[in-house]
């Protein structure tokens, strides 16, 4: 059964990094990644990375954010650094397993505030 559990979420002042981290199980995916939810708005991809370590990065993540993966481990991070307020979400990890579809981890609150 795919499992996936994310963990580093928190509370941190703007300016500020923090970084999440995905352990996933049970198969091997092709594409990883980060989407965040923020209150009164849709669900957004924030970063992706292929199984080949190609990354992409919504444009207002780009420069700031740092997605990796170590395939092996079957774990994906997300290095967030000069957070700001509007980076606020819960943030979910999503893993495709080769062949099947998307699942999605529980999530984890990132709360950006002074």
């Known amino acids: 059964q795919v499992r996936v559990v994310e963990s580093g979420g928190g509370l941190v002042q703007p300016g500020g990094s923090l970084r999440l981290s995905c352990a996933a199980s049970g198969s091997i995916f092709s594409a990883m990644g980060w989407h965040r939810q923020a209150p009164g708005k849709e669900r957004e991809l924030v970063a992706s990375?292929?199984?080949?370590?190609?990354?992409t990065y919504a444009d207002s993540v780009k420069g700031r954010f740092i997605i990796s993966r170590d395939n092996p481990k079957n774990t994906v991070n997300l290095q967030m650094n000069s957070l700001k307020p509007e980076d606020t979400a819960v943030y979910y990890c999503?893993?495709?397993?080769?062949?099947?579809?998307?699942?999605w981890g529980q999530g984890t609150q990132v709360t950006v505030s002074s």
């Open positions: 999503t893993v495709t397993p080769v062949g099947g579809v998307k699942y």
């Open positions: 990375i292929s199984s080949g370590g190609t990354p």
